[in-house]
């Protein structure tokens, strides 16, 4: 094929690409089924972990649980099996499946430092020999050191970028191989919109997160380049989420109910939308996507104005306050 001839062939994929994600509009694509499938979730004692691990096994998913915290995971896992007590199997199951006891032992949890790639590791082989194979993996596991740059020790901001960013390297070698082998799976990156655009006074978190989107990216074109197209790919961008992590963020009041804190439940349901049909993006909600066009075709001394207005330039601010002030309590406290 002549390059002409393809370029006519690739202008047609293009507009027919347009076309189908605007019929999405009007005719939403079907959900997946994630019954029995095993889904590992770092990050599961707490925050969007959690209700991510309650939205699969609401879905009769098989779920792993990582987590730092081995009591808010067994916590959560203890969610989980409530879940699992109270849902029925699907209508498509088999009759051999519908004879066995609702509630079966298909949660499993691990204590796991995903900033530390040895951890990641053995926690991993110990998943394949105890569970199996895995079909989804959810990389949500977060922190934030809540200071200003010049103030923040080295060790934080090494551990925000292992956590959030390096931990997603060493989970996909972990169980990539075997998505790649048979060419089945999902990988989810929970990132945020502070990956797509920025504020001050959070250089390493923002950081972080440009990082893991660019990892998301560069694999899911790694795996399109091997027509792995069984293994697909998510990428969750949300606004901020009232989860604590970023408590007294504030932007000018007059702007405030245009943009509100996300609720979680509501951040991880339209994920789980994104999930389950296989959306390649999310962001929540969807003016994020306007911002991010912006910020790609506006002259910077603009978006600072913009950021001005809005009350965004500083809207961390008061955030980085409240964390100083309870560092500093707690040092009080530990000197007496």
């Known amino acids: 094929m002549n390059i002409v001839t393809e370029l006519f062939v690739v202008t047609f994929k293009i507009i027919w690409s347009f076309l189908l994600a605007g019929a999405k509009w009007f005719i939403p694509p079907r959900e997946k089924s994630v019954e ?6 770092t990050g599961a004692g707490s925050g969007l972990g959690r209700l991510f691990a309650q939205e699969f096994a609401r879905r009769r998913a098989t779920l792993v649980l990582w987590d730092i915290n081995r009591e808010s ?5 203890e969610m989980v099996r409530e879940i699992y007590r109270e849902t029925k199997p699907s209508a498509g199951s088999s009759d051999s499946v519908q004879e066995l006891p609702l509630f079966q032992p298909k ?6 430092d995903v900033s530390k790639r040895e951890s990641v590791y053995s926690t991993a082989e ?50 990539l191989p075997k998505m790649l082998e048979l060419n089945h799976g999902h990988i989810v990156t929970v990132a945020s919109s502070l990956g797509l655009f920025t ?21 899911s ?3 399109k380049a091997a027509d792995k197209d069984g293994i697909k790919m998510t990428l969750v961008c949300p606004f901020l989420v009232d989860t604590g992590m970023f408590n007294g963020c504030k932007i000018r009041k007059e702007m405030a109910p245009l943009f509100p804190p996300l609720k979680p ?8 939308r994104a999930i389950l049909t296989d959306q390649p993006m999310i962001c929540t909600p969807r003016v994020m996507y306007m911002v991010t066009f912006m910020k790609t075709v506006l002259p910077f001394d603009a978006i600072v104005c913009m950021y001005r207005f809005i009350g965004a330039d500083k809207c961390m601010y008061p955030f980085l306050a409240q964390r100083k002030e309870s560092t500093n309590n707690n040092e009080s406290k530990t000197g007496i």
């Not at 995971?73 to 896992?77: F, H, K, M």
Request: hydrophobic share 40%; glycine share 8%; charged share 20%.
């Open 199 to 219: 504020t001050a006074g959070v250089e390493d978190y923002c950081a972080s997160k440009f990082g893991a989107i660019g990892f998301h990216e560069s694999l």
């Open 36 to 41: 029995g499938q095993v889904c590992v979730i």
């Open 107 to 112: 949660v499993y949890t691990y204590v796991c």
């Open 265 to 272: 439940e509501h951040c991880v349901k339209q994920a789980m």
């Open 126 to 175: 110990k998943v394949r020999k105890e569970v199996g194979n895995i079909d989804l993996l959810i990389n949500n596991a977060g922190v934030v050191s809540g200071h200003h740059l010049l103030e923040c020790p080295d060790e934080l901001i090494e551990r925000t970028m292992m956590v959030n960013c390096h931990a997603h390297f060493w989970t996909a070698k972990a169980f």
């Open 221 to 223: 074109h790694e795996l």
């Open 73 to 77: 995971n067994e916590e959560t896992a």
